[in-house]
Nanobody
Framework: VQLQASGGGLVQAGGSLRLSCAASGRTFSSYAVGWFRQAPGKEREFAVVMNWSGGSTYYADSVKGRFTISRDNAKNTVYLQMNSLKPEDTAVYYC????????????????????WGKGTQVTVSS
C-alpha cells in the first residue's frame, strides 16, 4: 500500500483544514488507517485511528471533538477534518495504514503501523 497525504497549509487559530490521504492498492478497504503528527522537536504522536469499515475510531484526547476522520473506500481515500485549530496543532501530519485481523487501536498506536505516507505540513498561527 502506498499513501500520499495532502491538504496541509497555513491557517489562523480557530480555522479549519481538511487533509486527504490517497492510497494505492486494491485491498485498501481491508486496512485500518490512522493520522499521526510530529511537531518540531517532539516525537511523533497519534491523532486518530480507524478500523477498516470506518465503524470504529479512536481519538487522542488532544484532538477529540475537534478532528474527525473518515474514509471513502470506493475512492481509496482517508480524510481528516480539523476544526477549531490551535497553534499547538502545528505539525507534519502523516497518514498510515495496517492490515489487522481484529480491531485493537492501542496495539496500532503502541506497535506502530505498517505503511506510511509522506507528511503534509499544517501550521496554525496565533
Amino acid at each position: 500500500v502506498q499513501l500520499q497525504a495532502s491538504g496541509g497549509g497555513l491557517v489562523q487559530a480557530g480555522g479549519s483544514l481538511r487533509l486527504s490521504c490517497a492510497a494505492s492498492g486494491r485491498t485498501f478497504s481491508s486496512y485500518a488507517v490512522g493520522w499521526f503528527r510530529q511537531a518540531p522537536g517532539k516525537e511523533r504522536e497519534f491523532a486518530v485511528v480507524m478500523n477498516w469499515s470506518g465503524g470504529s475510531t479512536y481519538y487522542a484526547d488532544s484532538v477529540k471533538g475537534r478532528f474527525t476522520i473518515s474514509r471513502d473506500n470506493a475512492k481509496n481515500t482517508v480524510y481528516l477534518q480539523m476544526n477549531s485549530l490551535k497553534p499547538e496543532d502545528t505539525a507534519v501530519y502523516y497518514c498510515a495504514a495496517s492490515y489487522v485481523s481484529s480491531w485493537y487501536p492501542e496495539g496500532l498506536i503502541y506497535y506502530g503501523m505498517d505503511y506510511w505516507g509522506k507528511g503534509t505540513q499544517v501550521t496554525v498561527s496565533s
